[in-house]
């Protein structure tokens, strides 16, 4: 092999220079997802395979509130659970409030909901029924009613 032929390694030895395409070099910084590349936890992992609350369903609408955890009460399961009830500290919340809050599927936010619930974390705020719902014809009358004044 000639002189023209070798050339300098990375490492310092000399040898024949590589032939062919190079491998390309990694990047300084690996590549990281943006948010809307999905969470990198998969969703079933985060509710242990499960696809419903234990205890009981929780409608779109119930208001979610944060309990008054005594001191022994255990901390919240993993960070999902954590991040749900600190949004509830700082206000009540529905579901739909909380799953968009998230960044969460509803059914995923009612398995983690559940799990609050059963470890005493939350309370929740049943909507009214709808017998105890003012009748759409009184509304109707009351907003007539108001127009004419």
Same mark, same amino acid.
């Given at each position: ?11 310092? @030895?000399?040898?024949? /220079? ?22 990198? %936890? ?5 509710? /242990?395979?499960? $696809?419903?609350?234990? @205890?009981? @369903?929780?409608? !779109?609408?119930?208001?979610?509130? *944060? $309990?008054? *955890?005594? =001191? =022994? ?8 659970? /954590? /991040?749900? !009830? @600190? &949004? ?6 529905? #579901? ?9 599927? #509803?059914? #995923? %936010?009612? %398995? +983690? &909901?559940?799990? !609050? &619930?059963? $470890? ?10 709808? $017998? ?13 009613? +108001?127009? *004419? +004044?």
């Amino acid at each position: 092999m000639t002189e023209s032929n070798r050339s300098w390694f990375d490492d310092g @030895s000399r040898g024949a /220079a590589p032939s062919g395409p190079q491998p390309e070099a990694p990047p300084e910084h690996p590549e990281w997802f943006d948010d809307e590349a999905g969470p990198l %936890v998969r969703l079933f992992a985060m509710t /242990a395979g499960r $696809a419903r609350p234990t @205890s009981e @369903s929780f409608d !779109l609408i119930a208001l979610i509130h *944060a $309990a008054e *955890a005594p =001191e =022994e009460a255990p901390p919240p399961p993993g960070p999902e659970h /954590a /991040a749900i !009830l @600190s &949004l509830c500290r700082v206000a009540s919340r529905s #579901v739909a409030d909380i799953a968009a809050d998230s960044d969460l599927p #509803v059914g #995923v %936010v009612r %398995v +983690l &909901l559940g799990d !609050l &619930l059963d $470890a005493g974390h939350i309370t929740v705020g049943r909507p009214p029924a709808p $017998a105890r719902l003012p009748d759409e014809n009184v509304l109707r009358e009351v907003i007539d009613g +108001l127009r *004419a +004044l």
